[in-house]
């Protein structure tokens, strides 16, 4: 039998996730070298305080370390939280933060607890794509906004909104990442956060900021005062802030968290009830061992040195191969440079030739909910090893320039040949 | 700011678990003994097994122990699900598996999969909480189906389709709870799971079965003959099934899976990929080891005797206290014994007097999605240790009689006292 006819009106316009996908056509490839995902680099993670700390948490001594946990998190570790907030200038109370799933169940948390289908969600053009299909999913309508060199053009936003609402439409919230975004790794300016502040207040929209990479700043270029939340300055309980442990500590512990006016932290409980009980209780453990262990203060430097270093790596090689053909904005933190192409050449048809040289990376098409950014491509530095960049940067510059050689001479790029790509 | 005019309508229609709920409350009470939640008693967790694994995971040899994984599940996991699944006479290929982050998430997923707002789903009465929690989050209505001493009454689960049919509502699915349901602890039996299928294959309908305590019967009362789910006989590809490791190894790992056509394992994948990326990498691979350790063989016994002899202490409780006064059928395996009050008494009212003497349990009326049930409640003896089981029933009594007697006095009972009782 056919299933088509049992599907939910949401499920047929899911979408997979282009990264994803590109995770899976990758484990296909010999010796690929990825820039697709936006994985940390496991040789930072903290294996030997969580190998100690799952040593202790395991002894069978607290039975609840493998129990059922309440729905809003471990305990300790939601208080714990709270001295990291204010390390960021955000205060709050107990009642205003819960333990989520990972980031990603933070995002389809709030989505499921503020959409209607066919509200619309305002986002950054380009954003995050895990943020396109959360929202997607419970049928937002999503419209882009432009950036400029300090995020988000609130001209543009402001005109966007004026027009929604005079076609009647509803606003649901704007979702942000101010830090390093993904994909572009762009910074949101300090005097545009406190603009965006004010825009939200007079117009009374709801923010929902996302802030993976605050902490991963690079010292050469920018510093924790850079990275300030907007939450930060949230005077009227209206900004939905979102963090995560998946780039500091680890992702595979699963274990992120919301910040929020208590009413919506209460919601954010009842639908995580029925969405997952609770986060794992032996990750929520093991992340409060390594947090209270100090690590993210005395590995923190080592972190932003170390990703920092991999920018450097990457950022010299695209020079050195394609730096007469390409250009990107010189990240200041995180884990991405956004690169834009040739005029007319199309990322899809670089990432065809990518792929035969063993080369991979996520399409800018993948992050625009407008249609847009055909000649754009997001590569990620964080996880490959130094010599892997450089030789994943000389390959990928040589399909650039096979692309433009077989456009030059025939006219006819690779995308027309036929070979399956991914999209987003 | 008032954050109201910004939830979406689900979330203003979204209730807190009773369960949940008791589990908030509990914990400001002293010297609680509660019969309320469902966990697994720790003291069967293979602490040993998951201790050793986690040093030897946690040595920094495999760095994808703690990096983001595959949004399908770990890959030996899922592969070792094909052996267990075939011991309950399931045949399933790997692209028909996916792991979910707790069967909670899989019955989440599979409701945002299925349901659009208003679909009827089709459910026992009464019937697992954390199933009418996602179905209710998704805006599905829910409509019960009495059962018999044999699981549900299937001549009046067909008068109800058609009557559903005949006045134009979208039946989605079924879902059904065949081994020892929660929270009934009734075993549906085998001419019925077959009859089951005829009907379902004659309506044309999906069935959802969620079967996480298949593996605990009683082995003076079942075996692994009783509890042969209705997948294993599903030639039409009509269920999707899904079950867990939280009551045979622990719940804390928030491991468990779903087997579904391919069709719809792929679509759940998606939904998946939106919710929270992928289950766990450190809690799939402890279950992964434990499960080729070996332990649900060599520890499957001890559990099924283990939770057969309390079964027996709360029955012998519940006999020598108010035998008397309620009555129960008895269970052939998992945690619950479902209990009917005297006529004319309310559970409401029985809990409120029980949680002053320091003993709880859920009112059945959370298992009920026609508002019915108000005489009955649940008691789970799966985690509090013998004794407790003793001393809590004994409390139970007192409480139970205290209430006739107040009834018989004043014909007043403490339902009518304005002390705060959860709802479910």
């Not at 107990?94 to 169940?105: A, C, L, N, P, Y």
């Not at 993904?182 to 956060?193: A, E, F, H, M, V």
């Not at 117009?203 to 991963?216: R, T």
Request: charged share 25%; aromatic share 8%.
């Amino acid at each position: 039998m056919t299933f088509d006819r049992f599907f939910s009106s949401a499920a047929l316009v899911m979408r997979e996730s282009a990264i994803r996908r590109m995770g899976a056509l990758g484990a296909r490839i010999p010796d690929l070298i990825s820039f697709a995902p936006g994985y940390p680099d496991p040789v930072l993670f903290p294996w030997d305080t969580l190998r100690d700390a799952a040593a202790d948490l395991l002894s069978g001594q607290d039975p609840a370390a493998l129990q059922y946990g309440a729905t809003r998190g471990y305990r300790p570790l939601i208080e714990t939280l709270g001295t990291l907030l204010e390390a960021r200038g955000i205060r709050s109370t107990f009642e205003e933060r819960i333990v989520t799933s990972g980031s990603q169940q933070g995002l389809d948390l709030v989505a499921r607890l503020l959409i209607d289908p066919g509200d619309v969600i305002l986002v950054e053009l380009p954003t995050y794509t895990g943020a396109i299909s959360a929202f997607n999913n419970v049928r937002a309508s999503l419209v882009g906004v432009p950036q400029e060199a300090d995020g988000i053009d609130i001209e543009a936003l402001d005109r966007t909104f004026e027009r929604l609402r005079a076609e009647g439409r509803r606003v649901r919230f704007l979702y942000l990442v101010p830090n390093f975004q993904n994909p572009t790794g762009l910074l949101i300016g300090l005097d545009k956060r406190r603009r965006l502040l004010e825009w939200a207040d007079r117009q009374d929209v709801v923010i929902v900021e996302d802030d993976p990479y605050g902490d991963l700043y690079f010292p050469d270029s920018a510093g924790p005062a850079d990275t300030r939340p907007l939450k930060a300055d949230d005077t009227s309980g209206r900004v939905i802030y979102l963090s995560s442990f998946s780039k500091t500590l680890a992702p595979g512990l699963r274990t992120a968290w919301v910040v929020a006016p208590e009413a919506v932290v209460q919601k954010l409980d009842l639908v995580k009830q029925a969405a997952d009980i609770c986060t794992g209780g032996l990750d929520q453990r093991l992340v409060h061992r390594a947090v209270t262990a100090g690590v993210l203060v005395t590995e923190g430097d080592r972190l932003r040195a170390h990703y920092q270093r991999k920018r450097t790596v990457m950022e010299r090689a695209l020079a050195r191969e394609i730096g007469d053909l390409v250009t990107w904005p010189a990240p200041r933190g995180g884990f991405f440079l956004w690169v834009t192409l040739p005029a007319g050449l199309n990322a899809d048809a670089v990432l065809t030739r990518a792929l035969q040289a063993s080369v991979s990376f996520v399409t800018g098409t993948a992050f625009f909910v407008d249609g847009s950014g055909h000649d754009t491509l997001r590569l990620s530095f964080s996880q490959p090893a130094d010599d892997r960049i450089d030789e994943g940067i000389a390959r990928l510059g040589r399909a650039i320039r096979e692309e433009i050689d077989a456009q030059l001479a025939g006219g006819r790029s690779s995308a027309d040949s036929g070979t399956s790509v991914p999209r987003g």
